[in-house]
């Protein structure tokens, strides 16, 4: 019950009955095709106001909600009753909507709902008694849009707000009806409307439903009323602007101000985008002009408004979100936002307006400090609906401000987004502060992760390079390429990032800074920053990466493994990244630059270095002399590793351009000039001084196809060819260099036969005609080496190619035994050529060379007969099985890999006659051959298994009787190896694995759970990992009696085995396993329509 004496509130069905009966349309009355329509309105407005008039007098149920009207109307500062009806009108729907707000008020504080029964089922909350129903609503909103209808949007000055004639074909009957002759002003009327209507929105409910649907009518009135200028040279609009007070306007344009704080941002900065319009335009054709111009007062004050807008907190996001929700964004726009997402320009127009400081801001610098981070911010958006169009009015706002002021930029944007990166750097300027205690994080997973995100949408995605974002990343590359090494190493979301990150930037920055980077990255440079000794990368639990303080570690030995590890890996991981960025030749130029920075340690090393120091008493002097000694040697021994690297993973495609080419030729032939300077004689040298001639006869010789610029490039050869044949001692060299200099010098118009030759020794073709000089070479002269040589050079073949029987150093008088051995091996590699007796006994004598290389190579030798079955060594297969048997002895890794790779070879031509003393030889007591020796035996077993393939079957008995035998020798490391072999073995055998999977199976799980040395352990489990894997969906199949066995194997080592990588193994294999069931229990679905013919 209601407290005495207070008002009792009216039923809302009430209201909104007499608001339905105001709004009642025209009855049959009007027929008459001489009525017009703004008659019909008058006549219905009459109507209804009568209607509702006759209502309240007549029904006494009327008689609270015409007490309250009566109430209401009386205590209204603004005049009611007018002659014109349209006015008479809108007063009573203001009225009745004040009545509506006052009972919905009461009616919620008279609720009190009933406190919840526990004893009942859960039931929804009781609806509160305010709450209009779906019909009252939109009864509302019908009375809402005829106050605006009649009572705002006809008083707007011209080109204020949209006209209603613009909207419907009712709004220009509805602007004939109003008589702005009759009292009160209009401009009276629209400020009552407004402030009405502004004091109905205090209520939630209906708030949401005037200021949602009419607030931009409602701000186009209050500007106007508040801010138009009394004195306005139109007389056509005077009688809209007179006749207010000025506290009537400073009331307006505080409820302007109330309004813009208090509605949806992003609808405030929309409605007056709308209501600001188009700039003037000159138009010559008056008949052109659709529309009035917004006035320059209204312009102004919008620009104002919005610019506030702007500067509040998340401004940017609501300037952002005004501007694109309507193009397809936000919670609305559905599939539009795909299309939305295209529509870049719009994206650049919101940039454009955020890059500009507005008149508000007391200074650029305080304007930046305020925005950036909110612009970064907008990189952060989570709703996938919005975050194309978010992130690309952030990138190109990044980029622009970037552009036009790149020192507050790099102060409020560059330096957030790279802060973390900044962190753990080895120059770091807050390391003094971080907490050194092992395991504690230096920067954090979240922070890494957005710092990334944020790189590489704004540098790569933006792909907009200036100086100003290449010098800000520049210093922070090496520790992306240090995430980046991380990555490679472990599954991470990071690493397309940092892979993205470093192309683009070796892509945009100028190919000698490019070069500087790629030395610095690989550690030639020492003066790029780098990650600080004392962090290291670690994955984290949400399965990013965090910076955490380095564990130290006492064992100088594992430290020093890692960090070569490191480098390698470096190397390795560097040359696979420039691999992705072939076609822009910056591989090879960096290939180049490490030959050169050979050359270069080598002519500097005597003067960097100072005199040996030795023989004087200052043993501060002989310390600096040795740590610089050692940093120049491990320079060049690392220029060595990258050039290695190089070469073994880009061979064939390093070099794009015949520029490259000369290049590399010159930085060899440097290096020649220099070895005959500091008379070093080196056969290595020698044969790259003979390849890059080649090289360069090749190019001359027509392997490419050459314009006149490229002699411009070629002719940089000039000194340097002049020098080698004047200087070189071997006479060959000096004439080729010396026809060489005379080819280039006359841009290919005279060639020798030398040249010819050389050529055709590069190409690796069968002797041939020569070619006459001025006579076009014939078809039957194509090669597919040119072809090579081409793809090289990025150009097209150019079969036609001269050849001649090329010179070979044995045939040279004075060479070396290594240079006549190395020109065999060299003959035997071009093809399958008959080996005369004399010059397979000298390399078989050379396999007893006391001199390493020498013996190495002539196993190289004999191994590639072998396999290129030449005769004389298939006659001979017992004398070449004890030699290399006996040089499996050697000590030296070159020397008995050499021997390994030949028995395999041998053993793999005639298996029936090898196979069986191999195998004896492996299964032999423990006593009678050294261990290493049975290992190297075993080595070769696994390639022979390898290189059987699927004819392995065909010894398989023999095979697995020696391997299970094996696996209970009383060696561990005899066992470790039985095992592996076992493996490659099962891994072949699929099927054939039968008879005997259940002795394999034993043996394997007896060794898994009972012997006691852990790399025995690790590779039994290796066992059924490789068996699995080469089982795959046969496993079910071939494994069906054994696999319950394995699978509580697996279990048992995961559960109970102490060693890390022993139950690494196991989980390999439980993954294995678990993928073959699931495709076992779960066969992929394959659609297949079956046409079946009848009869």
Request: some cysteine; overall charge negative.
């Given at each position: 019950?209601?407290?005495?004496?207070?008002?009792?509130?009216?039923?809302?069905?009430?209201?909104?009955?007499?608001?339905?009966?105001?709004?009642?349309?025209?009855?049959?009355?009007?027929?008459?095709?001489?009525i017009?329509?703004?008659d019909?309105?008058?006549?219905?407005?009459?109507?209804?106001?009568?209607?509702?008039?006759?209502?309240?007098?007549?029904?006494?149920?009327?008689?609270?909600?015409k007490?309250?009207?009566?109430?209401?109307?009386?205590?209204?500062?603004?005049?009611?009753?007018?002659?014109?009806?349209?006015?008479?009108?809108?007063?009573?729907?203001?009225?009745?909507?004040?009545?509506?707000?006052?009972?919905?008020?009461?009616?919620?504080?008279?609720?009190?709902?009933?406190?919840?029964?526990?004893?009942?089922?859960?039931?929804?909350?009781?609806?509160?008694?305010?709450?209009?129903?779906?019909?009252?609503?939109?009864?509302?909103?019908?009375?809402?849009?005829?106050?605006?209808?009649?009572?705002?949007c006809?008083f707007?000055?011209?080109?204020?707000?949209?006209?209603?004639?613009?909207?419907?074909?009712f709004?220009?009957?509805?602007?004939?009806?109003?008589?702005?002759?009759?009292?009160?002003?209009?401009?009276?009327?629209?400020?009552?409307?407004?402030?009405?209507?502004?004091?109905?929105?205090?209520h939630?409910?209906?708030?949401?439903?005037?200021?949602?649907?009419?607030?931009?009518?409602?701000?186009?009135?209050?500007?106007?009323?508040?801010?138009?200028?009394?004195?306005?040279?139109?007389?056509?609009?005077?009688?809209?602007?007179?006749?207010?007070?000025?506290e009537?306007?400073?009331?307006?344009?505080?409820?302007l101000?109330?309004?813009?704080?208090?509605?949806?941002?992003?609808?405030?900065?929309?409605?007056?985008?709308?209501?600001?319009?188009?700039?003037?335009?000159?138009?010559?054709?008056?008949?052109?002009?659709?529309?009035v111009?917004?006035?320059?007062?209204?312009?102004?004050?919008?620009?104002?408004?919005?610019?506030?807008?702007?500067?509040?907190?998340?401004?940017?996001?609501?300037?952002?979100?005004?501007?694109?929700?309507?193009?397809?964004?936000?919670?609305?726009?559905?599939?539009?936002?795909?299309?939305?997402?295209?529509?870049?320009?719009?994206?650049?127009?919101?940039?454009?307006?955020?890059?500009?400081?507005?008149?508000?801001?007391?200074?650029?610098?305080?304007?930046?400090?305020?925005?950036?981070?909110?612009?970064?911010?907008?990189?952060?958006?989570?709703?996938?609906?919005?975050?194309?169009?978010?992130?690309?009015?952030?990138?190109?706002?990044?980029?622009?401000?970037?552009?036009?002021?790149?020192?507050?930029?790099?102060?409020?944007l560059?330096?957030?987004?790279?802060?973390?990166?900044?962190?753990?750097?080895?120059?770091?300027?807050?390391?003094?502060?971080?907490?050194?205690?092992?395991?504690?994080?230096?920067?954090?997973?979240?922070?890494?992760?957005?710092?990334?995100?944020?790189?590489?949408?704004?540098?790569?995605?933006g792909?907009?390079?200036?100086?100003?974002?290449?010098?800000?990343?520049?210093?922070?590359?090496?520790?992306?390429?240090?995430?980046?090494?991380?990555?490679?190493?472990?599954?991470?979301?990071?690493?397309?990032?940092?892979?993205?990150?470093?192309?683009?930037?070796?892509?945009?920055?100028?190919?000698?800074?490019?070069?500087?980077?790629?030395?610095?990255?690989?550690?030639?440079?020492?003066?790029?920053?780098?990650l600080?000794?004392?962090?290291?990368?670690?994955?984290?639990?949400?399965?990013?990466t965090?910076?955490?303080?380095?564990?130290?570690?006492?064992?100088?030995?594992?430290?020093?493994?890692?960090?070569?590890?490191?480098?390698?890996?470096?190397?390795?991981?560097?040359?696979?990244?420039?691999?992705?960025?072939?076609?822009?030749?910056?591989?090879?130029?960096?290939f180049?630059?490490?030959?050169?920075?050979?050359?270069?340690?080598?002519?500097?090393?005597?003067?960097?270095?100072?005199?040996?120091?030795?023989?004087?008493?200052?043993?501060?002097?002989?310390?600096?002399?040795?740590?610089?000694?050692?940093?120049?040697?491990?320079?060049?021994?690392?220029?060595?590793?990258v050039?290695?690297?190089?070469?073994?993973?880009?061979?064939?495609?390093?070099?794009t351009?015949?520029?490259?080419?000369?290049?590399?030729?010159?930085?060899?032939?440097?290096?020649?000039c220099?070895?005959?300077?500091?008379?070093?004689?080196?056969?290595?040298?020698?044969?790259?001084?003979?390849?890059?001639?080649?090289?360069?006869?090749?190019?001359?010789?027509?392997?490419?196809?050459?314009k006149?610029?490229?002699?411009?490039?070629?002719?940089?050869?000039?000194?340097?060819?002049?020098?080698?044949?004047?200087?070189?001692?071997?006479?060959?060299?000096?004439?080729?260099?010396?026809?060489?200099?005379?080819?280039?010098?006359?841009?290919?118009?005279?060639?020798?036969?030398?040249?010819?030759?050389?050529?055709?020794a590069?190409?690796?073709?069968?002797?041939?005609?020569?070619?006459?000089?001025?006579?076009?070479?014939?078809?039957s002269?194509?090669?597919?080496?040119?072809?090579?040589?081409?793809?090289?050079?990025?150009?097209?073949?150019?079969?036609?190619?001269?050849?001649?029987?090329?010179?070979?150093?044995?045939?040279?008088?004075?060479?070396?035994?290594?240079?006549?051995?190395?020109?065999?091996?060299?003959?035997?590699?071009?093809?399958?050529?008959?080996?005369?007796?004399?010059?397979?006994?000298?390399?078989?004598?050379?396999?007893?060379?006391?001199?390493?290389?020498?013996?190495?190579?002539?196993?190289?030798?004999?191994?590639?007969?072998?396999?290129?079955?030449?005769?004389?060594?298939?006659?001979?297969?017992?004398?070449?099985?004890?030699?290399?048997?006996?040089?499996?002895?050697?000590?030296d890794?070159?020397?008995?890999?050499?021997?390994i790779?030949?028995?395999?070879?041998?053993?793999?031509?005639?298996?029936?006659?090898?196979?069986?003393?191999?195998?004896?030889?492996?299964?032999?007591?423990?006593?009678?051959?050294?261990?290493?020796?049975r290992?190297?035996v075993?080595?070769?077993?696994?390639?022979?298994?390898?290189?059987?393939?699927?004819?392995?079957?065909?010894?398989?008995?023999?095979?697995?009787?020696?391997?299970?035998?094996?696996?209970?020798?009383?060696d561990?490391?005899?066992?470790?190896?039985?095992?592996?072999?076992?493996?490659?073995?099962?891994?072949?055998?699929?099927?054939?694995?039968?008879?005997?999977?259940?002795?394999?199976?034993?043996?394997?799980?007896?060794?898994?759970?009972t012997?006691?040395?852990?790399?025995?352990?690790?590779?039994?489990?290796?066992?059924?990992?490789?068996?699995?894997?080469?089982?795959?969906?046969?496993?079910?199949?071939?494994?069906?009696?054994?696999?319950?066995?394995?699978?509580?194997?697996?279990?048992?080592?995961?559960?109970?085995?102490?060693?890390?990588?022993?139950?690494?193994?196991?989980?390999?294999?439980?993954?294995?396993?678990?993928?073959?069931?699931?495709?076992?229990?779960?066969?992929?679905?394959?659609?297949?329509?079956?046409?079946?013919?009848?009869?």
């Amino acid at each position: 019950m209601a407290a005495a004496g207070a008002p009792e509130p009216v039923a809302l069905e009430r209201v909104a009955g007499a608001l339905s009966l105001l709004l009642s349309p025209a009855g049959s009355d009007f027929s008459s095709l001489q009525i017009t329509k703004h008659d019909v309105l008058l006549d219905t407005l009459k109507s209804n106001l009568s209607a509702l008039e006759k209502k309240f007098e007549e029904d006494p149920q009327w008689k609270e909600l015409k007490n309250l009207r009566d109430e209401i109307a009386s205590r209204a500062e603004w005049p009611q009753d007018s002659v014109d009806v349209t006015w008479a009108f809108i007063s009573q729907l203001l009225v009745l909507l004040l009545c509506l707000k006052q009972s919905m008020v009461l009616l919620a504080a008279h609720f009190q709902p009933s406190e919840p029964n526990p004893r009942t089922a859960e039931a929804a909350p009781a609806l509160s008694p305010d709450t209009l129903s779906i019909s009252q609503q939109k009864t509302v909103q019908s009375a809402l849009q005829f106050v605006v209808s009649l009572g705002i949007c006809p008083f707007l000055l011209a080109g204020v707000g949209i006209p209603l004639r613009c909207r419907t074909e009712f709004g220009a009957v509805i602007q004939d009806v109003i008589s702005l002759a009759a009292a009160p002003p209009p401009t009276h009327r629209l400020y009552a409307s407004c402030i009405v209507l502004l004091d109905i929105a205090k209520h939630a409910s209906l708030g949401s439903l005037i200021l949602s649907r009419h607030f931009g009518d409602i701000a186009a009135g209050l500007c106007q009323l508040g801010y138009c200028p009394m004195r306005r040279k139109d007389p056509s609009s005077k009688c809209l602007q007179e006749g207010l007070k000025e506290e009537d306007r400073s009331q307006a344009r505080k409820a302007l101000q109330n309004i813009l704080d208090q509605v949806y941002q992003p609808l405030v900065v929309r409605e007056l985008i709308i209501l600001q319009g188009k700039p003037p335009q000159m138009c010559s054709d008056m008949k052109t002009q659709t529309s009035v111009q917004t006035p320059a007062w209204l312009r102004r004050l919008c620009g104002q408004l919005l610019s506030e807008r702007l500067m509040r907190p998340h401004g940017v996001q609501a300037v952002v979100r005004g501007i694109l929700e309507g193009a397809g964004a936000g919670a609305a726009g559905g599939a539009g936002a795909e299309a939305a997402a295209a529509d870049w320009k719009k994206c650049d127009m919101v940039a454009k307006i955020l890059v500009s400081c507005p008149q508000q801001s007391i200074s650029l610098k305080d304007y930046y400090q305020q925005i950036c981070p909110q612009i970064l911010d907008l990189l952060h958006i989570q709703d996938k609906l919005v975050a194309r169009q978010f992130q690309r009015v952030a990138t190109t706002t990044f980029l622009t401000m970037t552009r036009e002021h790149p020192q507050l930029a790099t102060e409020y944007l560059l330096q957030p987004v790279l802060e973390p990166i900044h962190q753990c750097r080895c120059t770091a300027e807050g390391s003094s502060e971080w907490d050194l205690s092992p395991g504690s994080i230096v920067v954090k997973e979240e922070e890494l992760s957005r710092s990334l995100e944020d790189m590489f949408k704004v540098f790569v995605v933006g792909n907009q390079p200036c100086a100003a974002l290449l010098e800000s990343l520049l210093p922070d590359l090496g520790i992306v390429f240090s995430l980046y090494c991380f990555t490679r190493q472990n599954v991470s979301p990071l690493r397309s990032f940092c892979q993205e990150i470093l192309l683009w930037m070796l892509e945009k920055l100028e190919r000698k800074a490019a070069l500087a980077v790629l030395k610095g990255l690989v550690g030639l440079d020492k003066s790029m920053p780098s990650l600080h000794p004392l962090c290291e990368f670690r994955a984290a639990g949400q399965g990013g990466t965090m910076v955490t303080v380095k564990e130290t570690s006492s064992d100088e030995d594992e430290v020093l493994y890692q960090r070569v590890a490191s480098e390698q890996d470096q190397i390795e991981f560097l040359v696979d990244l420039l691999s992705q960025r072939q076609d822009c030749g910056l591989a090879g130029d960096f290939f180049i630059c490490c030959l050169e920075e050979l050359t270069y340690v080598a002519m500097e090393n005597e003067a960097k270095l100072p005199p040996n120091p030795l023989t004087h008493t200052n043993l501060l002097a002989q310390e600096e002399y040795q740590i610089c000694f050692v940093e120049e040697q491990a320079k060049k021994l690392l220029t060595l590793q990258v050039v290695a690297v190089l070469c073994e993973r880009m061979s064939e495609t390093i070099f794009t351009s015949i520029t490259q080419v000369v290049e590399f030729v010159a930085a060899t032939l440097k290096r020649a000039c220099l070895s005959l300077t500091q008379e070093l004689e080196s056969t290595v040298e020698a044969q790259t001084l003979s390849m890059a001639m080649g090289l360069v006869a090749a190019i001359l010789g027509g392997a490419v196809q050459l314009k006149s610029s490229d002699f411009d490039v070629l002719k940089k050869l000039g000194p340097l060819l002049e020098d080698i044949s004047s200087t070189y001692p071997e006479p060959v060299i000096q004439e080729l260099a010396a026809d060489l200099h005379i080819t280039i010098s006359t841009h290919g118009a005279f060639s020798t036969d030398v040249v010819s030759a050389a050529a055709e020794a590069t190409l690796k073709k069968e002797p041939g005609q020569v070619r006459v000089q001025g006579q076009p070479p014939s078809r039957s002269q194509r090669s597919s080496e040119a072809d090579e040589i081409q793809t090289h050079l990025g150009q097209q073949p150019q079969r036609e190619i001269p050849c001649a029987t090329p010179p070979t150093s044995s045939q040279t008088p004075g060479a070396s035994p290594r240079q006549r051995l190395s020109a065999e091996r060299t003959a035997a590699s071009e093809g399958p050529r008959s080996t005369s007796p004399e010059q397979f006994q000298e390399v078989l004598l050379s396999a007893y060379d006391p001199e390493i290389p020498t013996r190495a190579a002539a196993l190289r030798t004999l191994s590639c007969w072998i396999e290129q079955r030449d005769p004389q060594a298939l006659r001979t297969q017992e004398k070449l099985l004890k030699v290399f048997l006996e040089n499996m002895e050697h000590e030296d890794t070159f020397v008995y890999l050499s021997a390994i790779q030949g028995v395999a070879l041998l053993a793999d031509a005639y298996p029936e006659e090898i196979l069986p003393s191999l195998l004896a030889q492996y299964g032999s007591n423990p006593g009678k051959y050294p261990p290493q020796t049975r290992m190297k035996v075993g080595e070769v077993l696994m390639r022979i298994v390898r290189a059987l393939g699927d004819m392995v079957s065909k010894y398989q008995d023999p095979l697995i009787h020696t391997f299970l035998r094996g696996a209970k020798d009383t060696d561990s490391s005899h066992r470790a190896s039985s095992l592996s072999n076992l493996g490659e073995l099962c891994q072949r055998l699929r099927f054939l694995l039968g008879p005997v999977i259940h002795e394999v199976t034993s043996c394997l799980i007896a060794i898994a759970k009972t012997d006691p040395v852990v790399q025995v352990r690790r590779a039994a489990i290796h066992v059924v990992v490789l068996l699995l894997r080469g089982l795959s969906q046969q496993a079910t199949e071939v494994l069906r009696d054994v696999l319950k066995d394995l699978y509580h194997l697996l279990k048992h080592v995961v559960r109970f085995e102490p060693d890390e990588a022993a139950k690494l193994h196991a989980q390999l294999a439980l993954e294995e396993l678990d993928e073959i069931m699931r495709n076992f229990l779960f066969p992929p679905q394959k659609l297949e329509k079956k046409i079946v013919v009848l009869p």
